[in-house]
């Protein structure tokens, strides 16, 4: 058990739509990273925050937002859905900028 | 760009073998890391080393060393005494730098080991 802690597990839903992919971070880890795990793609650095900001951005859709709140938990929100949005979401948290970075279990996202 | 090249897709072993993944990397940045995580059929993504750019010594975690050779950009993990739990995906990482001082993973695509009884 990494310490990570990410819901749903699995989610389904339609094109077109929006969702919410939840993430608590280890217990005094202030900086959460989220990344997309597909077939073609493998593992892509999304969006990371540090305490509440933005540090930095990789292959973020503009459909796609996320924000980390003050008791530090992430929410990653999709939206305008597309089939080539499913895939398995991570969240990883580190204790700071530079540390080893633990990954949740996933959240595995499937577009019918 | 930071990039991290895994050329095994596959690899095999007998259990209670050793066996070893290679990783190459290609950054210019002098102060970087590097890590192995392990991703069982389950999906989820496990921390099993790390290996920093000034670390003089190879790191080892139990079971698991990195090799790392600095002038060849190598970091092979070496698995030692295979046991069939360790049949997975397993990925090579970077730390790599972003703006603002912060970084981000950038990962290999993976080798598939199955341990075989």
């Known amino acids: 058990d990494s310490g990570v802690t990410q819901t749903p597990k699995h989610l389904i839903t339609a094109t077109g739509q929006r969702v919410t992919l939840r993430c608590s971070p280890r217990s005094g880890d202030l900086s959460v990273y989220w990344y997309q795990q597909s077939l073609d793609q493998g593992l892509q650095f999304l969006i990371q925050y540090y305490n509440g900001e933005e540090r930095a951005k990789g292959n973020i859709l503009e459909r796609f937002s996320a924000q980390q709140f003050p008791d530090l938990h992430s929410e990653l929100n999709l939206s305008s859905l597309e089939l080539g949005d499913s895939a398995l979401y991570f969240c990883?948290?580190?204790?700071?900028?530079?540390?080893?970075?633990?990954f949740g279990d996933g959240t595995r996202l499937s577009i019918l | 760009a930071q990039k991290i090249t895994q050329t095994q897709p596959g690899m095999f072993v007998q259990e209670k073998e050793a066996v070893t993944l290679d990783c190459t990397y290609d950054?210019?940045?002098?102060?970087?890391?590097l890590f192995w995580y392990k991703q069982p059929s389950s999906g989820e993504m496990i921390f099993l080393i790390y290996?920093?750019?000034?670390?003089?010594q190879n790191a080892t975690e139990g079971r698991y060393s990195l090799n790392f050779q600095k002038a060849r950009k190598s970091a092979n993990l070496v698995i030692s005494a295979s046991q069939l739990g360790d049949s997975a995906m397993y990925f090579c990482a970077m730390r790599a730098s972003s703006q603002g001082g912060s970084e981000k993973l950038v990962f290999g695509k993976g080798t598939k080991l199955t341990v075989n009884p």
């Open positions: 990883a948290s580190s204790v700071d900028l530079k540390g080893p970075q633990h």
């Open positions: 950054t210019s940045d002098q102060s970087y890391g």
């Open positions: 290996q920093g750019s000034y670390d003089e």
